[in-house]
Structure formats: structure tokens, C-alpha cells
């Protein structure tokens, strides 16, 4: 007997099983999730984790799933999260992420906090150290026309590498919140977030509005650990097309 489609099944139910099956029917090497990549590439030093050796989700393996959603095969484009603190998402969603995109998704990126200062220190602590112990710096080159250029690729608020880049911004920074189209947009801290900058508009919409250029393929993360502005803030940001 024919099996009758469930009329109850929503569009993206439907997505996830095309995905679903098109992925049965390739190379597993052909469409690495993030958690693979991470787990086969990473190795974790002294100097960013307390647990050294190669990186495993068997230590946040409730992290897992939420970062296989920017595997890009993946059909799901915005994750909201409230949390706790020092649970291990930064390093097992956002640095893994950024990691797997470098090598296997490579596309323009923005990371955006509450403290500037703070975010260059985990750039230049975090990242720049998952650059270097997952065979990724090879891949960071700034692509210049100028063959007598300096640039190196990797700045203090920029890494610049083969198809993309990130760049990392704090939430009072209107110029770098409303300039590059961005494709992977990762929001952090949203209780920081003041309500305007100067008649521009909640920074949240000015980074939001930057994924316009790819919505059907932008993939976006947002978090808080504030319950109150989880509510008030992502409900709005969710609602934002």
C-alpha cells in the first residue's frame, strides 16, 4: 500500500529529509560535519584547555548537536541558546565553527560581543591558537591584487583567509556592524547590547541586516545566559527577515 504524505508535516520537516536523503546517498568524506572535523583536526593545548589532546564532544557532548547545525550540509540557519556559564560552548560551537569554515566552508564571518578588549584577547588567544594546532595556517592569506603587500592576514580584529574571512567587533561599533555582507553571524553577550548607537538603530538589527545578502543560506547564533533578555531580545531578532 502507498504510504499517504503526512499533511501535517512542515516545510522544514520536508528540507531535513531531502538533506537527509541526498546525504545517504554520498561519501561520508564528502560532507564532514562540524563535530567530525573537530574531532579528527583539533588538538587542544595547555594553554586554552585544562583537557589536553585531541578535542572530543564526549566532554560537552550536549554541544554536538548545535554545532553539526553549521556543518554545511545542514539545513537549519538560526540557533538561539540561553545558558550557563563555563559549560564549554565557546570553544566547542564557536571556535569549532569558526575552524570547520576555514577548512571546509569558508565564508565572510562576524563575531560580535559585548567587550571589544575581550574579544581581541580570545582572538588572540583562542583563535589564533585553533588556527595553529588544527592545520589551518596555511589557509590564512590576505588576498591582495598587490604582490608587494604586507598583509598578512591575521590582525588584531581580522583573520583573512582563502574564500572568507572574520571579523570580530564589539556591539557599540556601528561602522563595522552595518559595512560587509556577512554569512555566518555569531552574537554573543546580547544583554551588553545597548538599545541604539546614535540614531543607527539597535546594533542587533545592523548585524542581523548584514546576513540579507545570503538569506537563504546565512547561518546565525545567538546567546545569552540573562532569561529576561533571552526572551525580549532573540523572540524580536527571530521575527527579523
Not at 593545548?45 to 585531541?54: E, F, L, Q, W
Request: hydrophobic share 35%; proline share 4%.
Amino acid at each position: 500500500m502507498k504510504q499517504q504524505p503526512d499533511i501535517h508535516e512542515t516545510e522544514q520537516d520536508q528540507i531535513k529529509k531531502i538533506f537527509k536523503t541526498i546525504k545517504a546517498f554520498l561519501p561520508k568524506d564528502l560532507l564532514p560535519e562540524v563535530s567530525e572535523w573537530a574531532e579528527k583536526n583539533r588538538f587542544m593545548t595547555s594553554k586554552v584547555s585544562n583537557i589536553t589532546g585531541n578535542f572530543s564532544y564526549n566532554n560537552t557532548p550536549y554541544a554536538r548537536e548545535i554545532a553539526d547545525c553549521f556543518s554545511k550540509n545542514s539545513p537549519i540557519r538560526e540557533i538561539a541558546i540561553m545558558k550557563g556559564v563555563q559549560l564549554g560552548f565557546t570553544t566547542a560551537i564557536f571556535e569549532n565553527v569558526i575552524g570547520y569554515s576555514i577548512a571546509h566552508d569558508p565564508s565572510p564571518m562576524m563575531l560580535v560581543s559585548g567587550d571589544l578588549k575581550l574579544l581581541k584577547d580570545f582572538k588572540s588567544i583562542k583563535i589564533d591558537n585553533l588556527i595553529d594546532n588544527s592545520n589551518l595556517r596555511e589557509k590564512i592569506i590576505a588576498e591582495t591584487d598587490n604582490r608587494h603587500s604586507r598583509r598578512t592576514g591575521d590582525t588584531a580584529e581580522l583573520v583573512d583567509f582563502l574564500g572568507g574571512f572574520l571579523r570580530i567587533s564589539g556591539c557599540h561599533n556601528a561602522n563595522s556592524l552595518r559595512s560587509l555582507p556577512i554569512k555566518k553571524l555569531f552574537l554573543d553577550e546580547l544583554d551588553a547590547y545597548p538599545k541604539s548607537i546614535a540614531g543607527e538603530g539597535g546594533q542587533i538589527d545592523l548585524a542581523v541586516k548584514r546576513t540579507e545578502s545570503y538569506s537563504r543560506t546565512r547561518k546565525m547564533i545567538l546567546w545569552e545566559k540573562n532569561i529576561l533578555t533571552f526572551v525580549k531580545k532573540i523572540t524580536k531578532i527571530l521575527l527579523i527577515k
